[in-house]
């Protein structure tokens, strides 16, 4: 299995927005081949921070992922 975390900050003006992007993104990732969990959460410590949590079965079903988003 593979894990990957990323962190975003986004500008105030577009924090909606990218919820609305993160919420679709992780959704639809949720359903692509080798995805064993995908999920965002907000930071309670940074202001209009995201905090990306994914798990993969291998390197094939990532690339799989890249190509898509």
């Known amino acids: 299995m593979i894990i990957i975390t ?3 900050t986004i500008d105030e003006s577009k924090w909606q927005a ?3 992007l ?4 992780v959704e639809q990732s949720r359903l ?3 995805c064993v969990s995908h999920r965002y959460l907000i930071s309670p410590e940074k202001e209009n921070c995201m ?3 994914e798990e993969w079965v291998d390197r094939a079903a990532i ?3 890249s190509k898509l988003s």
């Open 22 to 25: 993160a919420k679709s993104h």
């Open 63 to 65: 690339d799989f992922h």
């Open 32 to 34: 692509e081949p080798g």
């Open 6 to 8: 990323s962190e975003i």
């Open 18 to 20: 990218a919820l609305d």
């Open 51 to 53: 905090f990306f949590y």
